[in-house]
């Protein structure tokens, strides 16, 4: 499978060519920015435009965006008011936080990128029909707009009532935006495990975030850090034809010397399987 890595590694440090240049030296193809604005400033033009001029001259590929989850640069530790939620039911609230997920999508007037990966709610967030309807209402209004752009929305499983990949299901049979999906393995690992939702989900994956956990705390680990069966995954995974990467999103291990080394040594891991 081809190989990918999100910047989600290394979120609270700012984006740099520097950084870039290391993963592509890493021998791997693909990358998706985690667009947190410590990490990268979507409103800063001037880290857009450096990292736009490196791209061009570049191998490496920017296979996805990560939508905002934040409008400040502490996740959203500055209050309530900065986070950024597609299903606000209330429409003038809501259109603050769409047209913040509008200016990342800018970023591919710079850099040219094919998906950008969006929640609907936020971690733990209880189910609502007031809430689908306002998701329905945000992600009409974004695919347009990033179609515009050469961008395609992909939804993304997560830890709440609203974004199982059952509840995706319902949303799809709902709503029939067809919008595809990424498929967060850890986040499966917490809902309905990992075979049962790929399952529910595979016809419309176009992308992965590949992490552990103890399926309980959504802890971002290393593959082969937590209870995720690697081998039964990786056999569901090869099984698709590649029509995605192997896209891993971790969080950086506060004992690793080199977090690229072990970057490295979780895809050989994986191979194996």
């Known amino acids: 499978m081809k190989h990918a890595l999100s910047t989600h590694l290394w979120s609270n440090h700012r984006l740099t060519i520097a950084l870039l240049t290391k993963i592509e030296q890493a021998g791997i193809a693909e990358v998706e920015i985690f667009c947190a604005r410590q990490h990268l400033d979507y409103r800063d033009k001037a ?14 590929t920017l296979h996805s965006l990560h939508s905002p989850m934040f409008t400040d640069e502490i996740w959203g530790r500055s209050g309530p008011h900065s986070v950024i939620d597609i ?12 047209n913040e997920i ?8 710079t ?12 971690g733990g967030e209880e189910y609502d029909m007031r809430k689908v309807d306002a998701a329905f209402t945000a992600l009409e209004e974004l695919r347009v707009f990033a179609g515009q752009l050469g961008v395609e929305i992909l939804l993304e499983n997560i830890p709440n009532e609203l974004s199982s990949a059952e509840r995706l299901r319902e949303f799809q049979d709902l709503t029939h ?9 850890g986040h499966a690992h917490m809902n309905e495990g990992v075979e049962t939702a790929f399952q529910l989900m595979k016809e419309r994956i176009r992308s992965t975030h590949i992490h552990d ?3 309980k705390e959504d802890a971002h680990l290393f593959p082969f850090d ?6 039964r995954t990786m056999d569901l995974l090869r099984g698709c034809g ?4 192997l896209l891993l999103e971790l969080k950086e291990r506060p004992d690793a010397v080199s977090a690229l080394d072990s970057v490295k040594e979780a895809f050989d891991r994986l191979e194996e399987q």
Do not use: C
Request: proline content about 6%.
């Open 177 to 185: 935006l067809g919008l595809n999906y990424a498929f967060d393995t």
């Open 102 to 109: 509008k200016r990342a999508i800018e970023i591919a007037e």
């Open 226 to 231: 937590g209870s995720i069966d690697w081998k």
């Open 213 to 215: 956990n103890d399926g």
């Open 111 to 122: 850099i040219p990128f094919r998906y950008l990966i969006q929640h609907i709610g936020v």
């Open 242 to 245: 590649g029509q995605f990467p």
């Open 87 to 98: 299903t606000e039911p209330v429409k003038s609230q809501r259109l603050p936080m769409v």
């Open 47 to 60: 880290q857009i435009a450096e990292l736009g001029h490196w791209f061009r001259d570049s191998g490496l």
